[in-house]
Nanobody, 125 residues
Framework: QGQLMQSGGGSVQAGGSLTLSCAAS????????LGWSRQAPGKEREGVAA???????SYVDAVKGRFTISRDNAKNTIILQMNGLTPDDTAMYYC???????????????????WGQGTQVTVSS
């Protein structure tokens, strides 16, 4: 297995869209859940979305209806499609894998034992 490699992100105006990708070769079949979290300046890291082995998806309330997490098994990639972005979405975003089912809810970040390098998302008003 290699590192989780993130791509995408950048700067956008409020109301715009961005797509984050996470190359997860070696993790897709070994992970109970694959997720995205974010950390804004001065705030704790929070879970944003997750997709688990049975295909179920989960989202933090703040992004429901705007963000979509999906997996492309052919490309071994996890995707976070972000629409209707607001300045409150500005943060460093991280993908993560829960290898071996460490237990806990999807938004318990201690559940994830492998992490991507992070990518910045900046939304201007």
């Amino acid at each position: 297995q290699g590192q989780l490699m993130q791509s995408g992100g950048g700067s956008v105006q409020a109301g715009g869209s961005l797509t984050l990708s996470c190359a997860a070769s070696g993790y897709m079949d070994r992970s109970y859940c694959l997720g995205w979290s974010r950390q804004a300046p001065g705030k704790e890291r929070e879970g944003v979305a997750a997709i688990c082995h049975d295909g179920t998806t989960s989202y933090v309330d703040a992004v429901k209806g705007r963000f979509t997490i999906s997996r492309d098994n052919a490309k071994n990639t996890i995707i976070l499609q972000m629409n209707g972005l607001t300045p409150d979405d500005t943060a460093m975003y991280y993908c993560a894998a829960d290898v071996g089912d460490r237990g806990g809810n999807w938004n318990n970040l201690s559940k994830y034992n492998y992490w991507g390098q992070g990518t910045q998302v900046t939304v201007s008003s």
